[in-house]
């Protein structure tokens, strides 16, 4: 364990760099636009390649085209530190998600050549392909096929609103790598991200060590009735779908509000027929999203739901239907990760919290294959995915001094 | 007064001419897609104006594609009495809606014929222009221009999906008339139409003395509160455009549920952003349809929607806009009229109710230019607007029983 305190990122070379990197795709309302493969995406990615090799790292591009920066170690057979994040963005998205944790991650390997510091262990800075998934879903696919979740095949098939697939977008901005698309042999993850929810800020706390993330279910709800002129038909004879969908809705949320639970519930896309002002609504279909971090909780959260579905049917007199489009477990991640990233803010003298992530991460694919944490910083009004997304710059530099003495308590030891 | 019991339409007749008349444009389903100006719709106008000349009728087309089929009295001079409905269809709508109307007035001219009976007015039988509304906004287009509710360069100005005009359909199918869209003479007018609700059916009454129709506000309603993730934002922070929008869709439920009104109130159209099934809603934009025969039902419900909506958005800390698209008073149709019809169906043996309508009709815009009834028969199930639109053969019998016997009334009296 190296107790060298002189060695700390340099936030102004790192803030220059943040400035000149968002200047790509730049929005004129302060955001970025730089969804999956798009031309911008290209751009920042023949960035990242060049600054990578000014950095010295041995540039490597996968099948997916995420992007690695490799420094060697003194041990040429010892396994790898890996950290990074991604540079894709949501249309018209915000300016830190993910960037932090890829510009972040060539920060510590600045400061680590400036310092002169040779690590025993390999270390790799990674970006991602496409993690927010607004232009190829799913999300989280480079590190989703990375880790075996999905096949390649699979991936390069995904296509965008028009038609054109993941395979020939990859192909087409010349990403398509010849590397392999797969773990090598990894030591641990480490991923510094935007919190994207309110907590750091509201406690004040700049940096958090994550522990893991919710699990959740998604349902797709469809209540059936009758469209019928809204002048002629007398209220007790209506089978209004939406009056069902806003029973569900209201009891989603007193659902969430019951004592001693972390679950959050969301009905987050409603699509009404025929969705006309002087007709009863005839069908309604609807998302449930439901989260915490106890899968029990998740599970008797759907019942609870179902249960709903079916009372608010029966009221109404509405065919119903309950389909759970997905479910995924609580993902705790590995507490020797999380142990390291607490003793790295401490060595940092930097104020921290635990924390459970209510997003997914690339974190959460690589946590299938190597021992895994998240370090954290706080999201001004818990807001992003908005061009108004935003966090304090110093807030950003602490995350990043923590993510660097994580690194090298597990690239030295 | 005439006090003739002999003459009364053929069933028969009338319904070989009913089926026949809706092949045209016939679904699979069993409705009918005769939408204004439609190829259809031309094709059913040529066989109207076909039949309206075998009958002896002096056809006039008006500049809106108003189809008048005159019939003259002893008294060259006196004032019309007018009656009919349209002929234009929902997209694949039913066959009743309108249909009854215009055949069952062509029923009564034949009968007259049959009987050799010689009105002292003038008699016309009429297919309104675009009832429906569904191609060309707004509905009862023709009527309205008759009643100068509209000019004739706004509803030729009016385009469909495709950027197609009014104007220019109706010269490409030949119905862009000669005579001038303005009421002549006018004496009366009644119209014979389909409940398009469950009273008649659920009394077991085959017609109905129409009294007036129902007054209604249309509100568009804007909440707009913070999209954020559905999974790290808790409850207690959330700003859920959504949950507000379902809070007033219960709140209209109960407010119609209040004892003593006639009030009905229909959530119809619902739209959501971005409606995403893990973000938030940011922007809801809902209708409230609020209808009673009082006015001042009305204007109370609007009042009380107009606080439930403030409330919501103070308890979800949203903004909130509520912005009134139409009010239309109630319309009481004429008492003399209405009379006519309780006579009617009394000299026919027919048992009757007075009914108040919840859906508009051209009737509604006669009866700003001419004392104005309606004949209402049964619909199945209350179902209208759909290709399962049904109404039993002896009850539009029935209605035009006492369609007959309205017109003899008033135009022999």
């Known amino acids: 364990m190296t107790a060298d305190t002189s060695v700390t990122v340099d936030g102004d070379r790192f803030r220059d760099r943040f400035d000149a990197f968002n200047e790509i795709g730049a929005t004129e309302?302060?955001?970025v636009n730089r969804p999956a493969l798009s031309d911008a995406n290209k751009q920042a990615r023949d960035r990242l390649v060049e600054w990578f090799r000014e950095a010295g790292l041995d540039v490597r591009v996968d099948a997916m085209g995420n992007i690695f920066g490799r420094r060697e170690g003194r041990d040429p057979d010892?396994?790898?530190?890996?950290?990074g994040?991604?540079?894709?963005?949501?249309?018209?998205?915000g300016r830190y998600d993910g960037v932090v944790g890829v510009l972040g991650a060539l920060e510590v390997v600045e400061a680590l050549n400036d310092a002169g510091v040779e690590t025993d262990r390999p270390i790799e800075i990674v970006a991602w392909s496409n993690e927010e998934g607004v232009r190829f879903q799913p999300d989280m696919l480079g590190s989703g096929v990375y880790a075996a979740e999905f096949d390649l095949e699979y991936a390069y098939g995904r296509e965008d609103d028009e038609g054109r697939t993941f395979g020939e977008e990859l192909e087409r901005i010349g990403y398509r790598g010849d590397a392999p698309c797969e773990p090598g042999d990894l030591h641990c993850y480490f991923e510094l991200h935007v919190e994207q929810g309110p907590f750091l800020e509201r406690e004040g706390v700049p940096v958090a060590a994550v522990e893991g993330v919710y699990g959740f279910a998604w349902l797709n709800v469809t209540f059936e009735g009758q469209a019928n002129h809204a002048g002629p038909t007398p209220m007790t004879m209506r089978r209004d779908a939406f009056v069902g969908a806003a029973d569900v809705t209201k009891a989603v949320r007193e659902l969430t509000a019951t004592e001693g639970t972390d679950l959050v519930g969301t009905v987050g896309s409603v699509d009404v027929w025929p969705n006309a002002i002087n007709v009863i609504p005839e069908r309604v279909e609807f998302t449930v999203d439901l989260r915490s971090y106890d899968n029990a909780t998740v599970a008797a959260a759907v019942e609870r739901v179902r249960n709903e579905v079916a009372w608010a049917a029966e009221r109404e007199g509405l065919d119903h239907e309950v389909e759970e489009i997905m479910?995924?477990?609580?993902?705790?991640?590995d507490e020797g990760c999380i142990e390291t990233v607490v003793e790295a803010a401490e060595d940092a003298g930097c104020e921290y919290t635990r924390l459970v992530s209510g997003a997914g991460h690339d974190a959460n694919y690589l946590n299938t294959v190597t021992p895994?944490?998240?370090?954290?910083?706080?999201?001004?009004?818990?807001v992003s995915h908005r061009e108004s997304e935003f966090t304090e710059w110093d807030d950003v530099v602490a995350g990043t001094e923590v993510l660097l003495r994580a690194v090298r308590k597990r690239a030295e030891g």
């Open 372 to 382: 895994t944490s998240m370090i954290f910083v706080p999201s001004v009004d818990g």
């Open 327 to 333: 479910r995924i477990d609580a993902d705790p991640f």
């Open 29 to 31: 309302a302060g955001g």
């Open 78 to 83: 010892a396994a790898t530190v890996l950290f």
């Open 85 to 93: 994040s991604h540079v894709d963005s949501q249309y018209n998205g």
